[in-house]
Nanobody, 126 residues
Framework: QVQLVESGGGSVQAGGSLRLSCAASGRTFSNYGMAWFRQAPGKEREFVAAISWSGGSTDYADSAKARFTISRDNAKNTVYLQMNSLKPEDTAAYYC???????????????????WGQGTQVTVSS
């Protein structure tokens, strides 16, 4: 089983960019589908983007399409979320999640056996 640690959050002005990283421990990272979720204060956690365990497919929430890009580097045991053209409504705590042998489109819904990181805060000011 892998453990996940997010980094790369911070404060940025609207229109700016950030790249989030999620580093995984363990030797089986390449077997895990990975996803990013976010949760703003007072709101439910929502899906942002996912990438299949094979890296062959990706999936994005409508709010992330054309602005965010998810990618993975199995040699570095890391999944990334490149966020461009950030908006104040992107302000949230961002979490990465992993699920073994999962394809991207199935990771929109959270499951009990998902593995989670501790989150990293993104704040976008207008």
């Amino acid at each position: 089983q892998v453990q996940l640690v997010e980094s790369g959050g911070g404060s940025v002005q609207a229109g700016g960019s950030l790249r989030l990283s999620c580093a995984a421990s363990g030797r089986t990272f390449s077997n895990y589908g990975m996803a990013w979720f976010r949760q703003a204060p007072g709101k439910e956690r929502e899906f942002v983007a996912a990438i299949s365990w094979s890296g062959g497919s990706t999936d994005y929430a409508d709010s992330a399409k054309a602005r965010f890009t998810i990618s993975r580097d199995n040699a570095k045991n890391t999944v990334y979320l490149q966020m461009n053209s950030l908006k104040p409504e992107d302000t949230a705590a961002y979490y990465c999640a992993g699920r073994i042998f999962s394809i991207a489109r199935t990771m929109r819904a959270v499951r009990q056996d998902d593995i989670w990181g501790q989150g990293t805060q993104v704040t976008v000011s207008s």
